[in-house]
């Protein structure tokens, strides 16, 4: 029996021209419906999906209140930093303060002090946050890198310098396994505190004097 097959619903296509007034949104009136996005200016059309052979469209009400093709777009307009005058009046008056952004170590942040000054001494053969890849299975326990203060790749020694934070048993506990770690892999390890670190790049005048005065100092790859 062929009565429970619905008709055939025939919609305006957008293409020929604007849809007539008497097809309701949800018959077809969206299918014409186009707007340009306040922020990026790039035409949008009504969200609509389908799902289970039925198109699902957006109510008209919502329709008419979008103003932007994407939440993104929706958010960067609402950024008063997107105008270029506001940036210039808070770039201005941060400069007045005599703001600068404050330097910290750690990861994507300027150099410490301690790890410059032994840098500047050691020379171009010795690479900052050398990443070692640790090449172990996601849930292993391991992270997926460790990264080395100061390393000489050809040699394999590396230096690390501690600050107040490594005092912590959870810190200490995580530095002895990525000293062992990096052991086995050939390293040769010399832990410093950010001190030591700072006096030894005043009286040590050449990359030798310091490697010997490190050397002779510490305990070394001794876990
Ligand atoms: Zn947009």
Redesign the pocket.
Same mark, same amino acid.
């Given at each position: 029996m062929e009565q429970s097959s619905p008709a055939p619903v025939v919609i305006p296509s957008s293409r020929n021209g604007a849809g007539s007034p008497l097809v309701s949104w949800k018959a077809g009136r969206w299918r014409s419906a186009s707007k340009m @996005?306040m /922020? @990026?200016? /790039?035409a +949008?059309r009504p969200w609509s999906k389908v799902l289970n052979g039925q198109v699902r469209v957006m109510q008209e009400r919502l329709w008419n209140r979008q103003q +932007? @093709?994407?939440r993104s777009?929706s958010k960067r307009h609402s950024n008063p930093m997107i105008s270029e005058s506001v940036r210039r009046k808070v770039s201005a008056s941060l400069k007045a303060r005599h703001h600068r952004p404050s330097i910290q170590g750690g990861n994507g942040r300027a150099l410490p002090r301690s790890q410059q000054a032994l840098l500047a001494i050691l020379g171009p053969s010795w690479i900052p946050e050398f990443v070692v890849p640790t090449r172990t299975p996601k849930g292993s326990g391991w992270p997926t890198h460790y990264k080395i203060d100061l390393a000489n790749p050809e040699t394999r020694l590396a230096i690390e310098i501690d600050g107040h934070c490594h005092n912590a048993i959870i810190r200490q506990q995580q530095d002895r396994r990525k000293t062992a770690f990096l052991a086995e892999r050939g390293w040769c390890v010399l832990r410093i505190t950010n001190k030591r670190a700072l006096s030894l790049s005043i009286t040590c005048t050449s990359p030798d004097i310091l490697l010997i005065s490190l050397m002779e100092f510490l305990s070394t790859t001794a876990i």
């Open positions: @996005c /922020h @990026c200016g /790039h +949008f +932007f @093709c994407s777009c």
